[in-house]
C-alpha cells in the first residue's frame, strides 16, 4: 500500500508518492544517524570508510558505527548546502578541480560537521581506506587525517582487475591484508576481538539480501519496467551499499521493495516517480552518477518523456551482484577481498563496455546515455572511448551530457535539455523507421 506525503514547501501543490519501503529505509537511515549523535554516551567507536569495496559487515561486527563521507556529500548536495560548503574547502586552499564529493565534505566538516538529521557528526575513531579504483580516496583520507589530528588510518590495497578478472593471487593478498591491517586495527580501536562466527551470520544476511536486491533489478527486463534503474535506484541501493547489509533490517527492506515491485509487475504498472508512475516510452541504459544538486529536476526531464532508465553503472558502484557475486560464510574474508575488486569502478574500461552491452541487449534498451561527471575520474575518463564503442559495435543511439556530482556550478539545465532533445530526436527517428 502507498502512503503520500507533502513535498517542499516551494512544490506545496505537489503531492509525492512514497511507498512503505522508501518509509522504512527512512527509518532505518534516522535510527543510524541517532545512534551516530550519541556515542559519546553509548561509548560506540565510529569508522570513516567508502561505499565502494566497504566492509560493513566486519565493521559492524566490532559494534562500530560507519560515516561515509560520500554520502556526506550528496546528501548536502540534495539539501542545498554543497555550494557553501564547496567555497569553505576552496576558501581553505582546494582546487577547483578537486572532486566536488571531497570538497564537500571537508567543506561540511569545517563548517561544524553537520549530518541530515541536523545533528552533528562524530569525529572517526578510524579512517578505514578501501582502494577500489579511485585514487581520489587515498588523497581525501590523508587529509581527514590531518584535519582530525592524527586518527588511526588502516589502509586496505585492492588490486585493479588490468587483465579482466579476479585471480587467486589477488584474493590472497587482499586477504592477508584483512588479517595483518585491518583486523588488528579494528580491534585496537574498539577494544573488541574479532568474531569470525558473528561474521559469518552477518555474510548469511548479507547473501539472503543480495538475492532480493537482485531479482528487484532485474524485474526491468518486464515491459513496463517496474522500476527506475538509475533515479529510483539510488534509493534501491542505499541500505546494501552502505550501512546495513548484514542485518535482518536489510532483509527485511528487500523483502518489502521487491513485494511493491511484484505488485506493479502484476498491475501492469510503470515505475513510481515523485509525480505518480510512469508511462513508459523509452527504455534507457545510462553510464555516470546523477546530479545531486537538481536531482529531482534531472529526473523530471526524464519522466515527463516517458523515460525510463532499465539499468545503470553507477548502482554497480557498490558491488555488481547480477553477475553472481555474494558474500559467503564458508570464507568470510576471501568473500570481503572479491567484493572489493567487483565494484565497477574497480573493473577495467573493456570490462565496463562489455557489461553496457550485455545490459543494453538484455534490457531491450532503445538507446545508451552517459552522464559525464567533472569532477569524478573514476567515471568520467574513458566514457568517449565507452561511447564510441557501444556505438560501432551495437549500432544504438547514444545521448552525452555533462554535469557535476554536488557542484552547483556546473550544472546547466537549458544545456543538458538541448542535448537531450536531439537524443530523444535520434530515439523517436529509430523507433519510427523500426515500425516502416
Wanted: glycine letters at 8%.
Amino acid at each position: 500500500m502507498n502512503t503520500t506525503f507533502k513535498s517542499m514547501p516551494n512544490q506545496a501543490s505537489l503531492q509525492v508518492q512514497k511507498e512503505n519501503s522508501m518509509v522504512k529505509q527512512k527509518q532505518m537511515l534516522s535510527q543510524h544517524f541517532m545512534e551516530l549523535s550519541q556515542v559519546k554516551e553509548t561509548g560506540k567507536k565510529v569508522v570513516y570508510t567508502f561505499v565502494p569495496g566497504n566492509l560493513i559487515e566486519l565493521i559492524l561486527s566490532f559494534d562500530m558505527l560507519p560515516v561515509y563521507p560520500e554520502i556526506n556529500a550528496l546528501q548536502s548536495g540534495m539539501r542545498k548546502k554543497s555550494r557553501d560548503y564547496i567555497r569553505s574547502a576552496e576558501d581553505a586552499g582546494y582546487s577547483e578541480d578537486v572532486c566536488a564529493y571531497v570538497k564537500c565534505d571537508i567543506g561540511m566538516m569545517l563548517s561544524g560537521n553537520i549530518g541530515p538529521t541536523g545533528q552533528q557528526l562524530p569525529s572517526p575513531d578510524l579512517l578505514l581506506l578501501s582502494y577500489t579504483g579511485c585514487f581520489v580516496f587515498m588523497k581525501w583520507f590523508e587529509n581527514l587525517q590531518r584535519l582530525y589530528n592524527g586518527v588511526p588510518i588502516a589502509m586496505l590495497h585492492i588490486p585493479y582487475q588490468v587483465n579482466g578478472g579476479i585471480e587467486s593471487n589477488m584474493v590472497e593478498y587482499v586477504k592477508n591484508q584483512l588479517k595483518t591491517e585491518v583486523i588488528p586495527k579494528l580491534e585496537q580501536v574498539s577494544g573488541k576481538k574479532f568474531d569470525a562466527t558473528r561474521l559469518r551470520q552477518m555474510m548469511n544476511l548479507s547473501s539472503n539480501a543480495e538475492d532480493l536486491m537482485v531479482k528487484v533489478f532485474e524485474s526491468a527486463k518486464h515491459t513496463p519496467s517496474p522500476i527506475d534503474a538509475y533515479f529510483g535506484g539510488v534509493y534501491y541501493v542505499g541500505p546494501i551499499f552502505t550501512a546495513f547489509r548484514g542485518t535482518d533490517g536489510c532483509v527485511d527492506y528487500y523483502q518489502e521493495l521487491l513485494s511493491e515491485v511484484e505488485e506493479r509487475i502484476d498491475a501492469g504498472q510503470g515505475p513510481i516517480s515523485p509525480e505518480g508512475a510512469i508511462d513508459e516510452k523509452y527504455r534507457l541504459v545510462v553510464e555516470g552518477p546523477p546530479n545531486w544538486t537538481h536531482f529531482r529536476e534531472f529526473w523530471k526531464i526524464f519522466y515527463d518523456l516517458g523515460a525510463v532508465f532499465v539499468a545503470s553503472s553507477y548502482t554497480r558502484v557498490g558491488g555488481v551482484y547480477d553477475e553472481g557475486f555474494r558474500h559467503s560464510a564458508q570464507d568470510p574474508l576471501g568473500s570481503l577481498a572479491k567484493y572489493c575488486m567487483g565494484c565497477y569502478t574497480n573493473l577495467s574500461l573493456p570490462m565496463r563496455i562489455d557489461m553496457l552491452a550485455r545490459l543494453l541487449k538484455e534490457y531491450k534498451a532503445d538507446g545508451l546515455l552517459i552522464n559525464s561527471i567533472k569532477s569524478c575520474n573514476s567515471f568520467s575518463a574513458g566514457q568517449l572511448v565507452i561511447m564510441r564503442e557501444l556505438e560501432n559495435r551495437l549500432g544504438i543511439p547514444v545521448g552525452f551530457i555533462e554535469s557535476d556530482l554536488v557542484d552547483p556550478r556546473y550544472y546547466s539545465y537549458s544545456n543538458i535539455k538541448n542535448r537531450l532533445d536531439s537524443f530523444f530526436q535520434m530515439l523517436d527517428q529509430r523507433k519510427m523507421f523500426a515500425v516502416t
